[in-house]
């Protein structure tokens, strides 16, 4: 029923009482006060009605969106059991999503890293905010390959963990170190109607990628207003060795830029108040009348978010905060390096 049906039913009802109210007008004059507040008490269920079903349908967004990410994504609780997983990580692990609801995570981790894998998950208390881990994993009737996880850590209002959000991306042959999978006696227990998976050995460990010469004491402002998305963006700079300053507006970059000075700024384009291309454009601004100029990188969690519109405000680069974190690495790898051959040929 809509708002105005609901006014119109209530307005005949008032109609027929006040045809009424000549025989007891105290007693009508009662049940009218009470029918204007039943009125109002309906316009807001209908008004909070009309909230569920938006929420309902974001909900619903959300879930395909989750569903359908490109980016190999699960949800485990504190014991490593898998809560939710994407169509992504199934592909990844060759298993059908609804065999990896309700089983551990540590089934699809290489024998040689669970010990590792089950210190990491006792440690978690003790954590704080995102972690970067590396593992080898074990797809069904496949070759074992080397894994990077980003790890979002949610906790409930009483600070306890509640989850953990898990976004897995396969390492390349030129940033990982595997040893080649050999025969072991020591196999997953199959799930119903599945194959084993081979493990690779203990000593198949996965080195940090090797730092670029080019990123060597780096240093990269990151603005955004989302402090989960600084904290992620963080620890994945940090796991590379960079000198990360993060701040939460324009404002603020603005006056950690006269301290800072890095070599590459990374920006998100929808902030309050100062967005990221008035940020941009302020900052080349300053550089015409101050001289040297610092690279920059727009990011943003909107998939229609316009790259050109980016590129002639003045950034140098435009990613998607979907985007694989390594493509970051190279992004910045490759600015500085632009940069640098910028400046010798200035001295030539």
């Known amino acids: 029923m ?27 004059r009662e049940i009218d006060a009470t029918l204007e507040d039943l009125q109002v008490i309906c316009e807001q269920m209908q008004t909070n009605l009309e909230a569920t079903e938006v929420i309902q349908d974001n909900l619903l967004y959300y879930r395909d969106l989750f569903a359908s990410c490109p ?32 089983n551990p995570l540590a089934m699809y981790v290489a024998e040689g890293d669970r010990s590792t894998f089950v210190t990491q998950l006792n440690q978690l208390d003790q954590s704080r905010g995102s972690q970067v881990w590396q593992m080898n994993l074990c797809p069904r009737d496949g070759q074992a390959f080397a894994s990077q996880w980003h790890i979002a850590i949610a ?18 042959p030129s940033q990982q170190v595997v040893s080649p999978i050999q025969p072991s006696e020591s ?29 060597d004491c780096l240093r990269v402002l990151v603005v955004d207003d989302e402090a989960d998305i600084r904290e992620f963006i963080t ?10 300053k993060t701040v939460a507006s324009a404002a603020a970059a603005l006056e950690e830029l006269e301290q800072f000075h890095p070599d590459v700024l990374v920006s998100d384009i929808r902030m309050p108040g100062v967005d990221g291309y008035s940020l941009i454009r302020r900052i080349r601004a300053l550089e015409a009348g101050q001289g040297g100029h610092i690279p920059a990188v727009a990011l943003t969690a909107y998939l229609d ?10 950034y140098e680069a435009h990613l998607h905060k979907l985007t694989p974190p390594t493509k ?21």
């Open 2 to 28: 809509s708002d105005d049906s609901v006014r119109l039913h209530f307005q005949v009802i008032r109609q027929r009482i006040t045809a009424l109210q000549r025989e007891d007008a105290e007693a009508w």
């Open 71 to 102: 980016i190999a994504y699960l949800v485990t609780n504190t014991d490593g059991v898998i809560l939710e997983a994407n169509r992504a990580i199934a592909r990844l692990l060759n298993i059908p999503e609804c065999y990896l609801v309700g």
């Open 328 to 348: 970051w690495i190279e992004m910045v790898s490759q600015l500085v390096g632009q940069a640098s051959d910028s400046d010798r040929d200035k001295q030539v």
């Open 187 to 215: 196999r997953f227990a199959p799930l119903a109607g599945q194959q084993s998976l081979e493990t690779i050995p203990k000593e198949g460990r996965i080195p940090l990628s090797p730092l670029p010469h080019s990123l």
């Open 305 to 314: 978010e316009d790259r050109e519109k980016a590129l002639l405000a003045g």
């Open 235 to 244: 620890t994945v700079f940090e796991s590379y060795g960079i000198d990360v």
């Open 155 to 172: 906790r409930n209002l009483d600070g306890l963990i509640e989850s953990l959000r898990i976004g897995v991306y396969k390492l390349s």
